[in-house]
T-cell receptor, first 115, second 113 residues
Framework: AQTVTQSQPEMSVQEAETVTLSCTYDTSESDYYLFWYKQPPSRQMILVIRQEAYKQQNATENRFSVNFQKAAKSFSLKISDSQLGDAAMYFCAYRSNFGNEKLTFGTGTRLTIIP | NAGVTQTPKFQVLKTGQSMTLQCAQDMNHEYMSWYRQDPGMGLRLIHYSVGAGITDQGEVPNGYNVSRSTTEDFPLRLLSAAPSQTSVYFC????????????FGPGTRLTVL
């Protein structure tokens, strides 16, 4: 079974600075997808960024980028120019490309933005 | 499109009561699923469905039933509520296979006394 680990329960960053959230995962598969979801106080789960395992190029979405290290099974999220609206819980998630569409989530990192 | 909708948003039950959490999507997604979110544990899969008439168990299915009579709806039934089922419940849907985003509903906060 796959597992996803987020070792930082809480992080904080000054507004306009850069922060990196860590995620590691364990799998024996070679074809899968990785996601970062944001959950603000509204509770809504919002997709931030996604990565296909067979693509070596790291995904980027505006201020959000990932560092995907397949051999190390690491998938960190970098947020540049942090904004107050980035304050939220961030969840890393894994999905196999075989079988059902199940997402396996990490336990989350609560990000605080300091004005 | 309304996306994924869930009702109710909040619910308080007494131990032993039963209820149904409603979930609907208007995106013609084949795959629908239910997750529960507990503090410090992330989201865990309860049940899922790959199409009308087809359901299967996830990671934590005990105490819950599901059915999928239409593509649009995927209700979650609590048969006899227990305090351990106090949680936030999310419904999600997506197209099957590939590089597809799962869309989540707004969640239902359930408290069992």
């Amino acid at each position: 079974a796959q597992t996803v680990t987020q070792s930082q329960p809480e992080m904080s960053v000054q507004e306009a600075e850069t922060v990196t959230l860590s995620c590691t995962y364990d799998t024996s598969e070679s074809d899968y997808y990785l996601f970062w979801y944001k959950q603000p106080p509204s509770r809504q789960m919002i997709l931030v960024i996604r990565q296909e395992a067979y693509k070596q190029q790291n995904a980027t979405e505006n201020r959000f980028s990932v560092n995907f290290q397949k051999a190390a099974k690491s998938f960190s999220l970098k947020i540049s120019d942090s904004q107050l609206g980035d304050a939220a819980m961030y969840f890393c998630a894994y999905r196999s490309n075989f079988g059902n569409e199940k997402l396996t989530f990490g336990t989350g990192t609560r990000l605080t933005i300091i004005p | 499109n309304a996306g994924v909708t869930q009702t109710p948003k909040f619910q308080v039950l007494k131990t032993g009561q039963s209820m149904t959490l409603q979930c609907a999507q208007d995106m013609n997604h084949e795959y629908m699923s239910w997750y529960r979110q507990d503090p410090g544990m992330g989201l865990r899969l309860i049940h899922y469905s790959v199409g009308a008439g087809i359901t299967d168990q996830g990671e934590v299915p005990n105490g819950y039933n599901v059915s999928r009579s239409t593509t649009e709806d995927f209700p979650l039934r609590l048969l006899s509520a227990a305090p351990s089922q106090t949680s936030v419940y999310f419904c999600a849907s997506t197209y099957r296979q590939g590089y597809n985003e799962q869309f989540f509903g707004p969640g239902t906060r359930l408290t069992v006394l």
